[in-house]
C-alpha cells in the first residue's frame, strides 16, 4: 500500500477529545475533517449532534466516544449514552471496556456489555470501536478482550484512550491483528503523531488511526 495524502487521511479519525475542547475548536476540527477526506471525526459525545449537522453530506462520519475514558460506567449508561448519540447523528461509537472486570476474568459481564451496545448500534446503523486499552492488559488479557469484541459483533477493536498511559504499540497492533484476523478491523489510537509512526501502526495490521495531529502528518507528505 502506498501511503500518500489521499490514502491515509482516508484512514484516519480526526480526534480532539480534550476536556477544553470548546465548540469553535469543534467546529474548526470538522472543516479541517472536510478539508483533508478524513475517515471521521472523533468528539466527546456534547459534541455530537453538532458535528453531525456540519458533516452531513460530506462523506465524514461523526464518531464518539462512551464510558470514556475509564469504562467503568454502569453498562446501562454506556447503552443510553451510545443510544442518544446515535440518535443524534453518531455513526460510529468507540466504547471503552470494563478494564476492572477483564482483569478479574467476569468475562460474561465484558462480553455481554459490548454486545449490548452493538445491538443497540446496529439499529441505528451504526459500528462499535471495542477500546481495550492496551497499557493496562497484559498478553494474555489483551487477546481475551479481542476475542469478545469479535464475538459480540463489535467492528473493531481499538488499541487505547490516551487519556490512562501510554497509547499505541507497533506490537500491540500486531497482537491485535493476528488475534481478530480479518474478521474485524483494527484502530490504532493515542501518542501517533508523525507520519512514520502511523505508518508503522497501518503496516503492523491498523486499518484506522485515530489522532489528534491529523492534519500535521497529513501536510509532512509531499505532493503525490
Known sequence: MVWNKETLAAVIDHTLLKPQAKPEDIERLCEEAINYHFASVCINPCYVSMASKILSGTGVKTCTVIGFPLGANETSIKVKEAQKAIEQGASEI???????????KILTYVGNEIKEI????TKGNAIVKVIIETCLLDKEEKITACKLAVENGAAFVKTSTGFNG???QVSDVALMRETVGYKIGVKASGGIRDYQTAVAMLEAGASRIGTSAGVAIIETIKDS
Request: aromatic share 0%.
Open 94 to 104: 468507540d466504547m471503552v471496556i470494563n478494564v476492572g472486570m477483564l482483569k478479574s
Open 118 to 121: 452493538v445491538d443497540i448500534a
Open 166 to 168: 501510554p497509547g499505541a
